[in-house]
């Protein structure tokens, strides 16, 4: 009923930069914290950053001052802008989301946390 969609992932030099975007659409009442997370080859899923639907974000230690996530809530979209990447930052990028469900014409609704598919960055040294 809910679906992430990503975009914006690719190949870049050391120092470049890339904007990601993740969309979500289908019977959602309401979204309350939105991230993004990446997988590097042979690594855990670890998180990169969050932002809550009042605007409060986190980053890991690692991308403090090179990235900012940012929120649309009327479109529900989440950004992650990437500045100054480093090789270290190639990995898989999935975006999250914790939400409301609704169902049966909006008379329920249930929460959920959903994820994208996935965008691949690269960073070339």
């Known amino acids: 009923q809910v679906q992430m969609v990503e975009s914006g992932g690719g190949l870049v030099q050391a120092g470049g930069s890339l904007r990601l975007s993740c969309t979500a659409s289908g019977s959602i009442s309401s979204i309350t914290a939105m991230g993004w997370y990446r997988q590097a080859p042979g690594k855990q899923r670890g998180l990169v950053a969050t932002i809550t639907s009042g605007g409060s974000t986190n980053y890991t230690d690692s991308v403090k001052g090179r990235f900012t996530i940012s929120r649309d809530n009327a479109k529900n979209t989440v950004y992650l802008q990437m500045n100054s990447l480093k090789p270290e930052d190639t990995a898989v990028y999935y975006c999250?989301?914790?939400?409301?469900?609704?169902?049966?014409?909006?008379?329920?609704?249930?929460?959920?946390?959903?994820w994208g598919r996935g965008t691949q960055v690269t960073v070339s040294s």
């Open positions: 999250n989301a914790d939400l409301k469900v609704s169902y049966l014409g909006g008379r329920y609704s249930y929460t959920s946390t959903e």
